[in-house]
């Protein structure tokens, strides 16, 4: 089992810059693939950042070059540090851990319970 907890959330400029973060409890996170996920009102969780056990990175073409993911192992924390944020990245933002990193929710196991992250233009 894994508990995710999910933040540094919160209200911020279009412009502007949050990091998120997301501490895991239990066994073995260093060999789980860890994603961002976000879910805007109406829309579908979207996939936005994953990383593999060995530190390999992935984004949405819509983050790309604004957002970077990392991880700390000694710490069981993964970051979303996001940059140049947009009124369209409002959304909560949701941790995720699986086997892989995917773009497709299903092949997480784990889940945090999200932080919002809203931003104003």
């Known amino acids: 089992q894994v508990q995710l907890v999910e933040s540094g959330g919160g209200l911020v400029q279009a412009g502007g810059s949050l990091r998120l973060s997301c501490s895991a409890s239990?066994?073995?996170?260093?060999?789980?693939?860890m994603g961002w996920f976000r879910q805007a009102p109406g829309k579908e969780r979207e996939f936005v950042a994953g990383?593999?056990?060995?530190?390999?990175?992935y984004y949405a073409d819509s983050v790309k070059g604004r957002f970077t993911i990392s991880r700390d192992n000694a710490k069981n924390t993964v970051y979303l540090q996001m940059n140049s944020l947009k009124p369209e990245d409002t959304a909560v933002y949701y941790c995720?851990?699986?086997?892989?990193?995917?773009?497709?929710?299903?092949?997480?196991?784990?889940w945090g319970r999200g932080t919002q992250v809203t931003v104003s233009s």
């Open positions: 995720a851990a699986g086997r892989v990193v995917s773009m497709n929710r299903y092949e997480y196991d784990y």
């Open positions: 239990g066994r073995a996170f260093s060999t789980y693939a």
């Open positions: 990383i593999s056990w060995l530190g390999d990175t």
